[in-house]
């Protein structure tokens, strides 16, 4: 009972940022998930520094190296070389920065799009929520791969189309939940209070409302941002989406399709980057939704 008594003691004298910040320690997902994607992000960002080659480098001598481990292979390409001679691991790294441009430019996009119309449709209601429901209902009844493929196809394939058609494309589910999370917070007594003291909608919404639905906001920011980074793959895959000679993953898988019997790794490298990517954003956006969910809280 003692012990019970002092552990209780001492979980009261903690601040609400320390009691967060010892649930995310003690929480595996998201230190996996945390660890991996800042690993990932820190090998974007610092890839001219950790390989000698150019990604864009062609050299039809030294092509179709295999990785180190092969009897075959050699230090110099430590991942190989694919069919044009370019570095498998330098083409990786510069990947990774394709990969997760893309992903955080379609999560935002999405995202304002998604949580202005939302919180407007939870917060005001009536004639309001009804035009946004209709608005998200149409959208959920477009399949987003064969409008992307569509609208990809029409326009050309480029980094900054695939940001734009995925940012475009995928805020439903930004609008379905910040709509939910406003309409149970705007009864609530605070807001009630903000409004009686003649608080105008704007103060009310970015200083009551919004800072209650930030986590909710962060948990679909994350899902969102793997959605955009596997259909970023699937179209570059299907040579609709970033054209080469960028070192999108997606596109490294397609051009050694073709080699799958003979040489693998062409396939199976940037395979495993693109899965340990969106496992990781995975695992950091539901720790997150346990670390923050009420229920969950000890």
């Known amino acids: 009972m003692t012990d019970l008594t002092a552990k209780a003691d001492d979980i009261i004298a903690l601040t609400p940022g320390q009691i967060l910040r010892r649930r995310i320690l003690g929480h595996q997902g998201v230190m996996i998930g945390a660890t991996a994607l800042v690993l990932i992000l820190l090998v974007a960002l610092f890839a001219p520094f950790l390989t000698p080659h150019d990604p864009y480098l062609q050299d039809l001598g030294a092509r179709m190296i295999p990785p180190v481990w092969d009897a075959r292979g050699g230090w110099d390409h430590v991942l190989g070389t694919d069919h044009l001679g370019r570095d498998y691991l330098a083409r990786l790294m510069y990947g990774a920065r394709i990969s997760l441009i893309i992903g955080i430019g379609t999560a935002v996009i999405s995202g304002l799009i998604g949580t202005c119309l939302g919180v407007a449709a939870g917060f005001f209601g009536g004639r309001v929520d009804m ?6 209902t149409v959208r959920l009844s477009m399949p987003v791969v064969l409008v992307a493929l569509a609208v990809v196809a029409l326009v050309g394939g480029s980094l900054e189309i695939v940001i734009l058609v995925l940012g475009l494309l995928l805020w439903d589910r930004f609008a379905v939940v910040m709509r ?3 309409m149970q917070i705007r009864h609530m007594d605070y807001v009630a209070a903000a409004q009686a003291v003649g608080c105008s909608i704007g103060r009310i919404v ?3 409302i919004m800072p209650n639905v930030v986590n909710n906001l962060i948990i679909v920011a994350t899902l969102e941002m793997a959605h955009a980074i596997i259909l970023e793959a699937a179209l570059s895959f299907l040579g609709l989406g970033v054209q080469p000679p ?10 050694g399709k073709e080699m799958l019997f003979f040489d693998p790794y062409l ?3 940037p395979g495993a980057a693109l899965f340990v990517l969106v496992l990781s954003i995975n695992l950091l956006g539901d720790g997150i939704r346990d670390v923050t969910a009420p229920e969950n809280r000890n």
């Open 206 to 208: 970015f200083t009551e």
């Open 180 to 182: 939910s999370s406003t």
């Open 131 to 136: 035009a946004v429901t209709f608005l998200i």
């Open 246 to 255: 960028l070192p999108s993953w997606g596109l490294m898988v397609s051009e």
């Open 267 to 269: 396939i199976t490298i």
